[in-house]
């Protein structure tokens, strides 16, 4: 999904949370980029230099801690290339429980809503 205004940069099933996410955020006007990243090492870092460029914002979504993960990494990029307000979405420094899984993203602030406020949040730092 191309978008203006901010990447949404997500990788596995929150690729799916990233789309529904830049749906809510298109109610509001908000034109958001989102982009899939299946493979975090090698990470493509001239998509990722692109990105920062042309939207200006940077969000990532992982299913995943966000220590060593695909925040991390596109951080990394980004802080050395192009640095641009960014968030970063994903699990934070706890242990996780077994269950249903919506309910789990839910839990560990993985929901569009979720998401769509951290988009908020770095949309303001722009």
Request: hydrophobic share 40%; glycine share 6%; net charge negative.
């Amino acid at each position: 999904m191309d978008g203006s205004d901010l990447t949404i940069i997500a990788t596995g099933y929150m690729v799916h949370k990233a789309l529904e996410a830049a749906k809510l955020l298109k109610n509001e006007d908000i034109s958001a980029r989102v982009v899939n990243i299946h493979t975090i090492k090698p990470i493509d870092t001239e998509l990722l230099i692109k990105c920062a460029r042309e939207t200006r914002a940077i969000v990532t979504v992982e299913e995943h801690s966000i220590y060593g993960g695909l925040g991390a990494s596109v951080a990394e990029v980004i802080v050395r290339n192009y640095p641009v307000p960014m968030e970063i979405v994903g699990i934070q420094n706890v242990f996780c429980e077994s269950g249903d899984y919506e309910q789990l993203l839910n839990k560990y602030g993985l929901s569009e809503e979720n998401i769509t406020a951290k988009y908020k949040l770095v949309l303001s730092r722009k």
